[in-house]
């Protein structure tokens, strides 16, 4: 090769090999501070793709578990106002049966009437306030629950609501029933062993629900891993493996510059042919 005070092709290989030992160093460092090896587009663009389409499909699913925690809450509420529902309604025909009783006086009638009153009227005090996040699922006309199911709230689990009011589809008492007279007594329970039958019927329809709701939530959660789990498998660097590289590359980087500054140091001998 001739030697030239114009090019010296020795350096200028040097410092190509030096700047792509860098570029190599620079991706090291960037995977070792992000723990990443696929951190944008540039790493790798197809990669990084499916990464991100994964990672929407994981923020849907977790509005699907939050969807989802909502209809458990608001059916633990539901189920918990009809186990009172259904304990009142035991109470009250206890005091129906009683008050069927044609020799009772007129002052233990009385007494039995009045605390079949404040049972009764209890029933309707836990209806309205059997209500979570604005949802009540066991007053007349209330919401039918409808959780999301998927990453993209095309699909949904929907629980039927329940009418367990005085008077309703479930409870055939009114809020004017009374026990102040046998015969009146003898139809109340009457009524009450339909509105048992029918509210226990309730019951386990929203024990049910609860059921699948608690079932499709585990199954969310497990599915939701198993993507974070892919997307990791995709785009998390191996710090172990990097860590190797980063050691190499720093060598690598300490010999380039000793490489480029041997072929730097090339032109001066030109120099001695002058002398």
Same mark, same amino acid.
């Given at each position: ?51 991100? +389409? ?28 009809? !186990? ?9 025909? !206890? ?35 059997? !209500? ?18 998927? /990453? ?31 015969? /009146? ?28 709701? !608690? ?10 891993? /198993? ?24 060598? +690598? ?23």
């Amino acid at each position: 090769m001739a030697l030239s005070v114009n090019t010296n092709a020795p350096a200028l290989s040097a410092l190509q090999n030096l700047a792509a030992t860098n570029r190599s160093l620079g991706k090291v460092q960037t995977a070792i501070n992000t723990g990443l090896k696929v951190a944008s587009s540039k790493d790798n663009a197809a990669v990084f793709s499916i990464a991100q +389409k994964l990672r929407g499909d994981v923020s849907g699913l977790n509005a699907a578990k939050s969807s989802l925690d909502r209809a458990s809450s608001t059916l633990d509420v539901a189920i918990a106002a009809g !186990e009172a529902v259904s304990d009142l309604l035991i109470q009250l025909k !206890e005091k129906a049966v009683a008050a069927k009783d044609a020799g009772l006086d007129t002052t233990s009638r009385s007494a039995l009437n009045d605390d079949f009153k404040q049972l009764r009227d209890q029933i309707t005090s836990i209806v309205q306030n059997a !209500e979570f996040n604005g949802t009540n699922v066991v007053k007349s006309g209330g919401k039918d629950i409808i959780a999301i199911t998927n /990453s993209d709230g095309g699909n949904t689990l929907t629980i039927a609501a329940q009418d367990l009011s005085l008077g309703g589809g479930n409870v055939t008492i009114t809020a004017t029933s009374q026990i102040s007279t046998a015969t /009146s007594a003898a139809l109340v329970v009457s009524q009450l062993d339909t509105s048992i039958t029918k509210v226990n019927s309730a019951l386990s329809q929203l024990g049910s629900g609860s059921k699948r709701v !608690e079932l499709q939530r585990t199954f969310v959660g497990k599915l939701s891993d /198993s993507i974070q789990i892919g997307i990791g498998n995709l785009v998390d660097a191996d710090l172990a493996k990097e860590s190797a590289n980063l050691q190499s590359l720093q060598v +690598k980087q300490q010999l380039g510059l000793q490489a480029l500054s041997i072929a730097n140091q090339a032109p001066q001998a030109i120099t001695r042919l002058f002398q």
